[in-house]
C-alpha cells in the first residue's frame, strides 16, 4: 500500500513517516512539505496511492482546500487529517470534505493502526470480484464497480458505474 503524507513540519513528518512504517514495515510512505508538490505528484501516482494524511495548516495552503482539491481530482484516495487543531476546524472541514478519518497530534498509535487496518480492509473489498455464470461463460466484475443489482422476475441486472449488465 502507498500513503502520501503532507506537512510543513519536517520534523514531525519523518517521524511520522517512522511512526508508519513501525506500524507496517510494507507500507511505501512519501512524504510532502507543502500542498503544490503533493498535488503534483498525485497527478502522475494517483492510482497507485491509497490514502493522503495531510496536515490542516500548511504554511503554502489550507489543508483542508487542499484535501477539497484532492477529492474532486483523485475520488479514491482515502483522505486523513491530521492536526493539532482539530476542533477548530470541524465545521470546515466537514462543509467541504468527507475524510476518512481526523487524527490529533500527538498521534496515538492504536487509532492509527485502527485506521491503517481500515483502509486495508477497504482495498481487498476493491480487489474482490463477483463472478457470474450466464449460460456457458463467465463474467467476472470488480466489486468496486458495481452500484446495486436488481432482480426482475428470474433476470437479474447490474448496475455497474459504466453499463447494466
Do not use: W
Not at 50 to 58: G, H, K, T
Not at 69 to 88: A, C, H, M, V, Y
Not at 130 to 135: E, S, V
Amino acid at each position: 500500500m502507498k500513503f502520501v503524507v503532507c506537512d510543513d513540519d519536517k520534523i514531525f513528518l519523518n517521524g511520522f513517516k517512522n511512526e508508519l512504517l513501525k506500524t507496517d514495515s510494507t507500507l511505501d510512505v512519501v512524504c510532502f512539505d507543502n500542498g503544490k508538490h503533493l498535488f503534483e505528484y498525485l497527478k502522475s501516482e494517483h492510482s497507485s496511492v491509497d490514502a493522503a494524511f495531510i496536515d490542516i495548516r500548511l504554511s503554502d495552503s489550507s489543508g483542508i482546500d487542499l484535501a477539497q482539491q484532492l477529492s474532486r481530482n483523485f475520488p479514491d484516495i482515502r483522505l486523513i487529517f491530521i492536526t493539532g487543531f482539530g476542533k477548530e476546524y470541524f465545521e470546515e472541514i466537514f462543509l467541504k470534505v468527507r475524510p476518512f478519518a481526523i487524527l490529533q497530534k500527538p498521534i496515538k498509535k492504536d487509532y492509527l493502526l485502527k485506521h491503517i487496518n481500515e483502509i486495508k480492509a477497504a482495498k481487498n473489498v476493491k480487489q474482490q470480484k463477483l463472478i457470474i455464470k450466464i449460460n456457458r461463460s463467465e463474467l467476472s466484475l470488480a466489486f468496486d464497480r458495481i452500484i446495486y443489482i436488481e432482480s426482475d422476475k428470474r433476470k437479474a441486472h447490474i448496475h455497474t458505474k459504466e453499463d447494466v449488465v
